[in-house]
T-cell receptor, first 112, second 113 residues
Framework: SQQGEEDPQALSIQEGENATMNCSYK?????LQWYRQNSGRGLVHLIL?????REKHSGRLRVTLDTSKKSSSLLITASRAADTASYFC????????????FGQGTRLTINP | DTEVTQTPKHLVMGMTNKKSLKCEQH?????MYWYKQKAKKPPELMFV???????INESVPSRFSPECPNSSLLNLHLHALQPEDSALYLC????????????FGPGTRLTVL
């Protein structure tokens, strides 16, 4: 079963605008990761935030984590056409085998 | 070298064929993974190898048979597949199983006729 749910499922914005994607999960986690996937290609790791962290930055990316609400958000600032991709959150759950469980993903389109 | 390679890029096979997908990494990672991804869906975990031993099998049908000949190589042997097995098959690796980031290959696009 999928641990995470993301919204929106699809997002279309103009180049230069900011894009925000949200992820909610159900069980306690060790960490939460965000990945990007260009159409039909492999996934690329963007950022990892641990359960004891609240915010993390990497270049134009900002990730927040609220463990009390079991939710995370990914903000991409000053979007570019090259940011067009699907974005997935993935959680590493605490109990049981260590594995990544992916959310349903957000398809982001940046219009030039 | 921070790359995971997969061959072939595309594969078309009949339901009676036997084929293999290959994955290779030279990052010294000790965990390797197979995922299946259908269009517009997230990757679904199939198998996990840790230190060359199978540690997770997500109840995958026996027509998919994984193999880890050494710490750098991961194979997925395919036999008697069904059309619904058509998907993108992704290989990934990570330093170990402690929830670190995973490095993904570009995938093999499989079509079963």
């Amino acid at each position: 079963s999928q641990q995470g749910e993301e919204d929106p499922q699809a997002l279309s914005i103009q180049e230069g605008e900011n894009a925000t994607m949200n992820c909610s999960y159900k069980t306690s986690i060790n960490n939460l990761q965000w990945y990007r996937q260009n159409s039909g290609r492999g996934l690329v790791h963007l950022i990892l935030i641990r359960s004891n962290e609240r915010e993390k930055h990497s270049g134009r990316l900002r990730v927040t984590l609220d463990t009390s609400k079991k939710s995370s958000s990914l903000l991409i600032t000053a979007s570019r056409a090259a940011d067009t991709a699907s974005y997935f959150c993935a959680t590493v759950i605490i109990q049981g085998a260590q594995k990544l469980v992916f959310g349903q993903g957000t398809r982001l389109t940046i219009n030039p | 070298d921070t790359e995971v390679t997969q061959t072939p890029k595309h594969l078309v096979m009949g339901m009676t064929n036997k084929k293999s997908l290959k994955c290779e990494q030279h990052m010294g990672h000790r965990a390797m993974y197979w995922y299946k991804q259908k269009a517009k869906k997230p990757p679904e975990l199939m198998f996990v190898y840790s230190y060359e031993k199978l540690s997770i099998n997500e109840s995958v049908p026996s027509r998919f048979s994984p193999e880890c000949p050494n710490s750098s190589l991961l194979n997925l042997h395919l036999h008697a597949l069904q059309p619904e097995d058509s998907a993108l098959y992704l290989c990934a690796s990570s330093q170990d199983l402690v929830g670190n980031e995973q490095f993904f290959g570009p995938g093999t696009r499989l079509t079963v006729l």
